[in-house]
């Protein structure tokens, strides 16, 4: 038989490490999923939705950074992974996207299924190219998989189904297409501009993103030298927390206030490898120095005074040689010591002090992090859930954190544990979901199953979509729109052929998640956890203070007012509250 189109674009994958590709079957794929039964070595995961393959791609791909592979049916097929590429490509990961399309000859009429994935998935890929004659393929692939691997994103190749299927064009042998490391350093004018900035300041204070990644040495020794704490984005958490002792948490809506304060205080701030968004927590009135191997991304959020174009470890190699090392380490030692009284008060919180029921999400995400791997991948899902890995589950150089950290949305931890177990499946995958995130892609519960992926759900289920309760509350709008009337969450596991248990009490936590581990496959674990859960932000502006009053007033008096006492009870904790 005649090699076809498909076959290349097999075998150039091959040829370039990809091992799996996740998604679903339909018409228009029939040439590309043939060709991978008859090769045979690079595995179909067959997933429920084809957001989930989207998602999964993007987890392995941030796991291993490494290209990572899914692909969709012509139509309807691939719209559905257009979340999980919106994903993909704000995390920076690099995925391709197999997108097959309607007959070429059709294209424009309207036809059955007939959307135009080329211009759909621009705003979501940093390449994304229709092949219109089978001669085109060979390049197209390779320039997208080079794209999605330089440019860090999703490259989007659209095939109509009879090209799949058509003669392979003469080609030489595939090349392999694999991640490079260039190093990447700022001139010497800009690093002694940047040093100048520095050795002038008496308090730094940096804050390090997930362009930390490899370079932890690095930041270690800049702040040694700076004396400086070092606070992080949500995605720099698991390269930038570990031993640390310059280490004062987080900022932002979800982070505490250590990590406030450092940035408050501060008379110079360095950004390395971060896009961290929310303006309002960052510094205003002081140098900026910002550290980004992409230029462009350099000012988006705050005056810069150097821009350091490099990687965060080749700029930070070349810069230390160049900064006189401080010895005042006044305002480390003060924020330091705020991040301990800090980080004191949360682990209160997250005592089990009262064998409560329904239990605070502080104390299962401390007992995920007690109980878990030290090389565990975990997942969470966007909501509170991220709030409570974010200040709860530690990280060690080794654990790995991904969740949809950019692009904030929900139902990623599950699918994205499919990417990580499929990619891992000797370690040990926890993916933290919140009812509302469990359900959304509920059907990726049979994907564990039939994939035999060992994945543990943990579930805090309260009941409610409970992130916008809390927004709702700090805007002072009462809480509407919001219930979610939920199933057994571990009785659905289990007539899908989970280990599944269901968990009302704290006292049952520790034992549950024991089982749920070591349980030789997939398991969930449903948690009743508390609804009313205050997260307070690091800074209260008065906007939130009168919001809330507000929305206290508010729930008064349209008679809601048995939801403040629920308020109440959870949070006043050392009180006894009738
Ligand atoms: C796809 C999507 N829809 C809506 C939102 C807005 N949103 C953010 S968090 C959240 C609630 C999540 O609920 P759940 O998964 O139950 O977690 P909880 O906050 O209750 O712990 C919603 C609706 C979103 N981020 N993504
Ligand atoms: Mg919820």
Redesign the pocket.
């Known amino acids: 038989m005649t090699a076809t189109v498909a076959d290349v674009m097999v075998a150039t994958l091959k040829a370039s490490g990809v091992r799996r590709v996740y998604g679903l079957p339909g018409d228009s794929l029939n040439g590309f999923t043939d060709a991978l039964r008859r090769d045979g070595e690079i595995t179909w995961e067959h997933v429920r939705h084809e957001e989930a393959a989207g998602f999964a791609a993007a987890a392995e791909a941030a796991l291993t950074g490494e290209l990572a592979v899914c692909a969709g049916s012509c139509g309807p097929g691939n719209l559905h992974l257009i979340?999980g590429l919106f994903d993909a490509n704000r995390s920076r990961v690099p995925v391709l996207a197999i997108a097959a399309h309607i007959p070429r000859e059709e294209i424009g009429d309207g036809y059955f299924q007939e959307t135009h994935p080329d211009r759909l998935f621009v705003e979501c890929s940093v390449y994304c190219e229709l092949v219109s004659v089978p001669e085109q393929l060979p390049r197209v692939l390779e320039m997208a998989m080079r794209a999605a691997l330089a440019r860090g994103g999703v490259a989007v190749v659209v095939v109509p189904g009879e090209v799949f299927l058509a003669d392979a064009p003469s080609h030489p042998d595939p090349v392999a297409i694999r991640a490079t490391s260039p190093v990447v350093r700022p001139d010497e004018q800009s690093l002694a501009a940047a040093a100048q900035v520095l050795n002038n300041a008496s308090a730094v204070t940096i804050m390090a993103g997930a362009g930390c990644a490899g370079a932890h040495d690095q930041l270690l020794a800049l702040a040694g030298a700076l004396k400086a704490p070092v606070v992080h984005a949500f995605r720099g958490k698991e390269w930038v927390e570990y031993d640390n002792p310059y280490d004062v948490g987080m900022t932002g809506l979800i982070g505490f206030s250590s990590g406030y304060r450092a940035m408050e205080h501060c008379d110079a701030l360095v950004m390395l490898g971060t896009d961290f968004p929310y303006r309002p927590f960052l510094p205003d009135r002081v140098p900026v120095v910002q550290v980004d191997v992409r230029g462009e991304q350099i000012g988006k959020r705050v005056q810069v005074q150097v821009p350091l174009v490099g990687t965060v470890k080749d700029t930070v190699d070349a810069l230390l040689p160049l900064l006189e090392p401080k010895a005042d380490s006044g305002h480390l030692h003060r924020m330091t010591a705020h991040y301990r009284r800090a980080r004191a008060g949360l682990d209160k919180l997250a005592a089990d002090k009262r064998n409560a029921s329904p239990l605070h999400p502080q104390y299962v995400a401390a007992t995920i992090d007690k109980l878990g791997a030290a090389d565990a991948i975990f997942t969470v899902?966007?909501?509170?859930?991220c709030i409570w890995v974010a200040r709860y589950v530690r990280m060690n150089g080794t654990r790995r954190l991904i969740g949809s950290f950019s692009h904030?949305?929900?139902?990623n931890a599950l699918p994205q544990a499919i990417g990580a177990q499929a990619t891992y499946p000797g370690r040990q995958v926890v993916a933290l979901?919140?009812?509302?995130?469990?359900a959304?892609l509920l059907g990726e519960l049979l994907t564990l199953r039939q994939l035999q992926l060992p994945v543990k759900i943990v579930v805090?289920n309260?009941g409610?979509?409970?992130?916008?309760e809390l927004e709702m509350k700090a805007g002072g709008i009462p809480t509407y729109g919001t219930d979610?009337v939920d199933p057994d969450f571990a009785g659905i596991a289990r007539s899908a052929g989970l280990f599944g248990v269901r968990v009302e009490k704290a006292s049952e936590l520790d034992d549950a998640l024991r089982a749920a581990f070591t349980h030789n496959g997939p398991a969930l674990v449903d948690v009743r956890t508390a609804r009313q859960e205050l997260a307070l932000p690091p800074k209260l502006t008065y906007e939130q203070i009168k919001g809330f009053t507000l929305y206290a007033t508010r729930t008064v008096l349209s008679g809601e007012g048995s939801e403040l006492i629920e308020l109440t009870k959870t949070n006043l904790r050392d009180l006894e509250v009738e």
């Open positions: 979340n899902d966007v909501g509170t859930p904030g949305s929900m139902a979901s919140g009812d509302g995130g469990l959304m805090f309260n409610a979509l409970s992130f916008v979610l």
